[in-house]
């Protein structure tokens, strides 16, 4: 189970340099939020160290956690060359520190590495596919599907994989409720089903996914 490519270092090593040459770090306390959800922003983020969670708040006004910035990912790409608003927040869960890049400043580093807009534009794809497949996995889906789509990108993000192909997930249930937009207490019931099919085992602030391949959804079919 392996992510999409979204980070600086996966871009070739001329651009990946250049942009960090470039950034400016900033360090944040954990609860600070570094970008707010509707606010424009001139500045490309990219996750150094850290927790940060990547949360979109809903119109009850309770956040749904899309899942935690990986190491080095861009984040804001977008929004920022567009100039409109972002469509989620990133919060520090711990003490974190991020690169900033100024809009001119990415576009000049694109000009003079021209190799480097081929990495994005795949970034970007694998955003707009990520994009799909939430809305789809988390409208009018039932409560067991969205439980399992939440471990799975969660997971695919953020999980610690093993050689034996478990996968290891520093999440608390507080977190998955957050993730798959439900009570604490009705998400802790499916993951204990989930733990009793031996599909997952919990653990404190940690989920192993012993079987990635058992949280796999299938798409809807429009009747």
Not at 56 to 78: K, N, Q, Y
Not at 87 to 92: F, G, K, L, R
Not at 183 to 209: C, D, F, M, P
Request: hydrophobic fraction near 40%.
């Amino acid at each position: 189970m392996s992510g999409p490519p979204t980070c600086i270092h996966q871009l070739p090593s001329a651009v990946a340099q250049a942009l960090q040459k470039a950034g400016k770090l900033k360090h944040w306390r954990k609860g600070q939020t570094v970008v707010r959800q509707g606010q424009t922003s001139a500045e490309i983020v990219v996750g150094l160290q850290g927790s940060l969670s990547v949360d979109l708040a809903g119109p009850s006004g309770a956040d749904t956690l899309i899942r935690f910035l990986s190491e080095g990912e861009l984040v804001g790409i977008a929004t920022v060359l567009a100039g409109t608003p972002a469509p989620t927040s990133i919060v520090a869960q711990s003490a974190a520190q991020t690169l900033h890049i100024e809009r001119s400043t990415f576009i000049q580093v694109l000009s003079d590495h021209p190799e480097g807009a081929i990495g994005i534009i795949v970034l970007l794809s694998h955003r707009m596919v990520e994009l799909f497949n939430f809305i789809e996995m988390t409208s009018h889906r039932p409560l067991p599907e969205r439980v399992r789509y939440a471990l799975r990108r969660l997971a695919l993000h953020n999980g610690r994989p093993s050689a034996q192909g478990q996968v290891t997930l520093a999440v608390t249930q507080s977190d998955m409720a957050k993730a798959a937009s439900a009570s604490r207490q009705r998400v802790h019931l499916e993951l204990q089903k989930l733990q009793r099919a031996g599909v997952i085992s919990l653990g404190y602030g940690l989920i192993t996914v012993h079987q990635p391949e058992a949280l796999e959804t299938q798409p809807q079919r429009q009747r």
